[in-house]
């Protein structure tokens, strides 16, 4: 499949769901599509919007690159592919290892107000997902969600919310 063609337009959200449909029943296209996510251009980042579409509809084709996503966060400052990326990995269990660089990352996103707002939301999540794994660090992401609330956008404020009350439950 040639990605680069596909991509070199923005496709509409009807048009991914097809893409991502004929990658679900060629399986082989999902590695092209990775290794072209991978790459360093501009516009690359839709690769990783058409992976979020490919998850919608074969969840188990993305699940392999999970790990491979979660190293490539720490130093990815494209802030596009920082939210699929993070997207996916909030929509999954963390692997039982994960790096200190990783979760530390979603700290900095998390707090900065300069990251856009589904980043942090999707940081934040990742963060209450590890802290069901390492429960040390639930003081520490209420009292950051609590902190960022008041100046926190809608949605992050509902996000804030919901994630406060599973910690103190």
């Keep these: 499949m040639d990605f680069e063609a596909i991509l070199s337009t923005f496709p ?14 060629e399986p082989k296209y999902m ?13 690359t980042w839709r690769a990783t919007w058409l992976m979020d579409k490919v998850y919608d509809e074969a969840p ?9 996503m979660i190293e490539l966060i720490p130093n990815l400052e494209c802030q596009s592919k920082q939210r699929q990326l993070l997207k996916l990995i909030s929509s999954e ?15 900095d996103l998390l707090i900065s107000n300069a990251t856009p707002v589904a ?20 003081n520490e992401l209420s009292l950051i969600i609590e902190e960022h609330m ?12 919901l994630i406060l009350r599973k910690l103190r439950a």
């Design 93 to 107: 269990p963390l692997p039982e290892t994960i790096s200190g660089d990783f979760i530390n990352r979603c700290f």
């Design 119 to 138: 980043v942090r939301v999707y940081a934040m999540q990742i963060l209450f997902n590890f802290s069901q794994q390492e429960p040390d660090i639930k």
């Design 150 to 161: 008041n100046e926190g956008t809608p949605g992050f404020k509902s996000r804030g919310k």
């Design 60 to 68: 188990e084709l993305v699940r392999p690159y999970i790990s491979q």
């Design 12 to 25: 509409g959200k009807e048009a991914a769901m097809l893409i991502a449909k004929d990658i679900s029943k």
């Design 31 to 43: 590695t092209e599509l990775w290794e072209f996510a991978l790459r360093p251009e501009k516009n």
